[in-house]
């Protein structure tokens, strides 16, 4: 008969059957690997669903550990699962805020003026850095003003510069109100406004 001596060999013999557990785990481990990536998944370009195959993988673990005989490590396992899961989100909660969350700002000026550089120089003179800038004109001209006032026959109103609006994104370590505040007192630009996030 062949057994080790640790008795984890498959042995047949006269009737008598040996059989490995660590077998029987190595196929919980396959089994739950699969299950766990199926939940992982990739929106954009952030992961999902992280936690979840975490879960998943402590669930199998914790089987396992009470099934081969070892409560205690069970146990100790369950309550490291509820600390980091329970009372770490709540610790990060205390912690300070970071001061270089990125800002959304859209700023409308004058076209045809320069005034594009301007903000930009002087956001960096603020210290805060820009992360993504997109340009959009404005697309009533002249000639559409004056038709419009035709039709309306309304005296034509008087010419206005074009107006440009500039949607960036900004981070510094400073409030994001020193930068409007800044930014607004350029000669040329008539608004500048902090685009909610959570706005539809």
């Known amino acids: ?15 008598r059957i040996v059989l490995d557990p ?37 669930t199998a673990a914790l089987g396992m550990a009470r099934g081969a005989g070892l409560p205690i490590l069970a146990i100790a396992t369950t309550a490291a699962h509820f600390i980091v899961m329970v009372l770490f989100p709540k610790l990060l909660k205390q912690l300070p805020r970071s001061g270089k969350q990125s800002t959304e700002l859209t ?12 903000i930009l120089v002087s956001c960096t003179q603020l210290r805060f850095a820009i992360d993504g800038v997109r340009l959009e004109e404005e697309n009533r001209s ?13 005296a034509p109103a008087a010419p206005r510069p074009r107006l440009v609006t500039l949607t960036m ?8 109100s020193h930068l409007i505040t800044g930014l607004g007192a350029i000669d040329g630009v008539h608004e500048v406004r902090k685009i909610d996030p959570d706005h539809d």
């Open 22 to 58: 660590s077998r029987v785990a190595a196929q919980i481990v396959s089994g739950i690997g699969f299950i766990g990536g199926g939940v992982i998944f990739m929106r954009r370009d952030a992961v999902r669903g992280l936690t979840t195959a975490a879960a998943i993988w402590f």
């Open 1 to 15: 008969m062949l057994i080790s001596k640790y008795g984890f060999m498959d042995v047949i013999d006269a009737g």
């Open 142 to 154: 002249t000639e559409q003003l004056l038709d419009a006032a035709d039709r309306e026959g309304t």
């Open 107 to 118: 700023i409308s000026y004058e076209d045809s003026r320069g005034l594009l550089r301007t």
């Open 169 to 176: 994104l900004v981070h510094g370590n400073r409030p994001v």
